[in-house]
């Protein structure tokens, strides 16, 4: 039995600009941080000579190419791991659609667990490329390269995303203090709703191929920011990271109108209300998790349990994605 996991993440700055679509004209620039909360992937020989998938559905097919979930199939084809005699169990902490990185989360997590398999190490560079190459050059989905890549490496980490696909990872090398105290007060909260990060980014998606002039001011401005953000945390400036949290959320509401909802503005409001000095819906937006930087988090709390949202606590993941058990 193999068991791996992958590390979920919440965007800090630059999200959106990690879409081919933008940095392979203009570079991007994402800063990105793993929490403790993960997708959990199991390999078992099964009893007979089946491929047996367990996720929120449930498979059970003779060869893999008749294997429904996409990403899955085209893993065991990447990889050669092609059965019988297989079991592939999925977990997660929190569910999909939740702007957490979940899918990205699941291919690195399940391409560690079958490289296992094969008896073969693939360093995060290369694991979270070949995630990236199943979701974006295989299947065609509209998304970005952070979540892999964040996944991959974990940690809270800077990286740039070069016209030639190449991508520099870099750990953000902050003071103790500040990195206590930045874990400390960033609080999230699940709004209810989920949502396909696929629909979303679709519209950013063609609009940047079509180089429509309001969408690159956007995303050039949103990049501005993501450098912006982590030069804050490098000085121990977190206030100043928050308030550019604030600056970013306004910027990503304007970037497509299925970004926030009439529910999620009331409840962003009622957090600066009380206490929130920033924040910012984590993912493509439309749905899924609040995050706020506040100093007074029981008021803070106390509002957005009174208004019903769930608090879902973390810290920071360092590990990446990882081996739990081989045997």
Aim: one cysteine or more.
């Amino acid at each position: 039995m193999i068991i791996t996991r992958s590390p979920l993440r919440i965007s800090l700055g630059g999200g959106g600009t990690d879409l081919p679509s933008y940095y392979r004209k203009h570079g991007g620039f994402v800063l990105s941080a793993a929490i403790d909360r993960y997708v959990y992937i199991t390999i078992n020989e099964a009893f007979r000579p089946r491929i047996i998938l367990k996720y929120s559905k449930l498979e059970d097919v003779e060869r893999w190419e008749e294997i429904q979930h996409p990403i899955i199939r085209e893993a065991l084809r990447m990889t050669g791991v092609t059965g019988p005699y297989l079991e592939i169990v999925s977990l997660s902490d929190i569910p999909a659609g939740t702007g957490l990185g979940s899918s990205g989360s699941f291919t690195t997590a399940l391409l560690r667990a079958l490289h296992t398999m094969k008896r073969s190490f693939v360093p995060p560079q290369e694991l979270a490329e070949q995630a990236c190459h199943i979701e974006i050059d295989l299947l065609k989905e509209p998304i970005g390269k952070q979540d892999q890549y964040i996944a991959a490496f974990g940690g809270i980490t800077c990286f740039e995303f070069l016209p030639d696909d190449q991508v520099i990872a870099e750990p953000l090398k902050i003071a103790p203090e500040t990195l206590a105290n930045l874990e400390d007060n960033l609080l999230l909260f699940f709004t209810g709703a989920s949502r396909s990060a696929a629909e979303v980014l679709r519209d950013q998606d063609t609009r940047t191929r079509e180089n429509a002039v309001e969408m690159l001011e956007n995303l050039h401005l949103t990049k501005r920011l993501g450098h912006e953000s982590r030069d804050a945390l490098l000085a121990g400036d977190l206030r100043k990271f928050a308030e550019l949290m604030h600056v970013h959320w306004e910027h990503k509401k304007k970037r497509s109108p299925g970004m926030s909802s009439s529910f999620i503005d009331e409840m962003y409001a009622l957090a600066r209300a009380h206490g929130a000095l920033g924040g910012k819906l984590i993912g493509a937006g439309g749905g899924g998790f609040l995050l706020f930087y506040t100093e007074d988090k029981t008021r803070l709390r106390s509002a957005m349990r009174g208004a019903g949202l769930r608090e879902v606590r973390m810290k920071f993941d360092f590990s990446g994605t990882s081996v739990l058990a081989h045997s």
